[in-house]
Nanobody
């Protein structure tokens, strides 16, 4: 299993970023995918979840209404569109399958 996140960076408060996670080594289209994040000095927290077909999504209260998870099963890729970013969204973002495999993470920094 390999998960490779990309798309992080430095953005001003109120800005947007789109994260991508390219997956390989398992049958992507039949598995639930999740995004997590870990801020400095804090535990990793769950952010969003999407079902295998993309028909159902759930979000942590802290990002609901601002973040959107989606997937393209033809490209074996899951996305996280992040809008109205806040400084407290600063963290390393990870995608995960089975809550057992993780990518290397991508850094998101929200700062003016």
């Amino acid at each position: 299993v390999q998960l490779v996140e990309s798309g992080g960076g430095l953005v001003q408060p109120g800005g947007s970023l789109r994260l991508s996670c390219a997956a390989s080594g398992f049958t992507f289209s039949t598995n639930v995918m999740r995004w997590y994040r870990q801020a400095p000095g804090k535990e990793r927290e769950w952010v969003a979840r999407i079902t295998s077909g993309g028909d159902s999504t759930t979000y942590a209260d802290s990002v609901k209404g601002r973040f959107t998870i989606s997937r393209d099963n033809a490209k074996n890729t899951v996305y996280l569109q992040m809008n109205s970013l806040k400084p407290e969204d600063t963290a390393v973002y990870y995608c995960s399958v089975w809550e057992a495999y993780w990518g290397q993470g991508t850094q998101v920094t929200v700062s003016s």
